[in-house]
Each structure stands twice: as structure tokens, then as C-alpha cells.
T-cell receptor, first 113, second 115 residues
Framework: SQKIEQNSEALNIQEGKTATLTCNYT??????LQWYRQDPGRGPVFLLL?????KEKRKERLKVTFDTTLKQSLFHITASQPADSATYLC????????????FGAGTRLFVKA | DADVTQTPRNRITKTGKRIMLECSQT?????MYWYRQDPGLGLRLIYY???????NKGEISDGYSVSRQAQAKFSLSLESAIPNQTALYFC??????????????FGPGTRLTVL
């Protein structure tokens, strides 16, 4: 079955540095991959989508890469700020289609001032 | 006003009780979903609906039922609540458009505790 792996350990970085989060997946070749942000006690919020034919996507301080050979996506936040502290979820379309989405467990990011 | 709302936001109930969680949306989306979130397990799909007449089971539907009362309303019921249904529950919506990559819009969540 499909499996999404995100680092369960929290990532702690200093303000101004670049945060890099990893999403690995197995048993699947998705047409696209999404990243969401979730703050404590709140619902996830969509950030970025990258398609299988795109190597890299940028949005302001965010950058996502998609390596279909390694079956991996990297999510970067440059010039990180304390307000970037949150949990970041990786998501893929369900293998059987039907517009279901499979979510990773997420990685918690702490940015220290 | 929020596009996707959920009621109640918090609920404490006892084992064996029937409870209903409600979701309403003003985004005009046809697709609606119910997820539960547990620490370390991420979001898991309980049920989903692609229109008022379409209801589908997700990966963990046992012990749950749903009702799609209208395009804008999708409710989740726990027929006889048990402690391992203690979790954070989210409703979500997405567009039907063929150009959509199924970006999901989530409600604020309902924290359910079953004693």
C-alpha cells in the first residue's frame, strides 16, 4: 500500500536560517504532491502543489522540490521566522484515484528568535 | 466568516453514547470529507462524498456513519462511542473542476473525548 514518511522528530532552527523538511513515499508514482501547514488546534492549510513534471516550485520564501526517481519531496523555508513554527504535512493523491488524498503524519518545526 | 465550519468545537461524551459532528461550508464545493487525526498517525479518511447522492467509505469507517443533507452540509455520527474514538476530527472540502488538483479546505476541527 502507499506509504508516506515524514520525519517524526521536531526540527529546531534559528531565525533567519533555512528550514528543510523531507517527505518520502513508497509503492507509488503520484501525479502531484501537496504541502500543508497546520497550527496547533487548527485545520491544515494548503501551501503549495508540485506536479510530477516539475522539479521545483517557489512561492515567496517557500520552495518545494520533487524527485520522482528518489520518490522524495523537499520543502524549504528560507529566512525562517518564529511565525513559521508549525507542523508541515505532505500529501499525495490516492493511488486508486477518486480524488482521495493521503496525508503524512507531519513534521513539527520550531523557529527560535 | 469561515468557509468551513464545524460544530461542536469540543465534546466530551461517555462510552456508548451516540453523537453527531456537523460540518457546513460556503465554498460551493461538491466534495466533502471527514478525517480523524491522532498523534503520530496523521490524518486518516473516514468517509467522503462527491455529491449529495454519493457517499463512500474511507480507510477507517467502522463505527462511524455519515449523512450528506445538502451540498453544504455533511455530518458524521458515532453510533456508540468508544474511548479509542477519542481524536481530533476534521471536515474538509474540495472542488470538482477537472483542473483541480484536489486542494483541500479544512474546518477548524472538533476535539472529541470519549470517557
Amino acid at each position: 500500500s502507499q506509504k508516506i514518511e515524514q520525519n517524526s522528530e521536531a526540527l529546531n532552527i534559528q531565525e533567519g536560517k533555512t528550514a528543510t523538511l523531507t517527505c518520502n513515499y513508497t509503492n507509488y508514482s503520484p501525479a502531484y504532491l501537496q504541502w500543508y501547514r497546520q497550527d496547533p488546534g487548527r485545520g491544515p492549510v494548503f501551501l503549495l502543489l508540485i506536479r510530477e513534471n516539475e522539479k521545483e516550485k517557489r512561492k515567496e520564501r517557500l520552495k518545494v522540490t520533487f524527485d520522482t526517481t528518489l520518490k522524495q519531496s523537499l520543502f524549504h523555508i528560507t529566512a525562517s521566522q518564529p511565525a513559521d513554527s508549525a507542523t508541515y504535512l505532505c500529501a499525495l493523491p490516492g493511488r486508486t484515484g477518486g480524488f482521495k488524498t493521503i496525508f503524512g503524519a507531519g513534521t513539527r518545526l520550531f523557529v527560535k528568535a | 466568516d469561515a468557509d468551513v465550519t464545524q460544530t461542536p468545537r469540543n465534546r466530551i461524551t461517555k462510552t456508548g453514547k451516540r453523537i453527531m459532528l456537523e460540518c457546513s461550508q460556503t465554498k460551493g464545493h461538491d466534495r466533502m470529507y471527514w478525517y480523524r487525526q491522532d498523534p503520530g498517525l496523521g490524518l486518516r479518511l473516514i468517509y467522503y462524498s462527491f455529491d449529495v447522492k454519493d457517499i463512500n467509505k474511507g480507510e477507517i469507517s467502522d463505527g462511524y456513519s455519515v449523512s450528506r443533507q445538502a451540498q453544504a452540509k455533511f455530518s458524521l455520527s458515532l453510533e456508540s462511542a468508544i474511548p479509542n474514538q477519542t481524536a481530533l476530527y476534521f471536515c474538509a472540502t474540495s472542488e470538482t473542476s477537472g483542473y483541480s488538483y484536489n486542494e483541500q479546505f479544512f474546518g477548524p476541527g472538533t476535539r472529541l473525548t470519549v470517557l
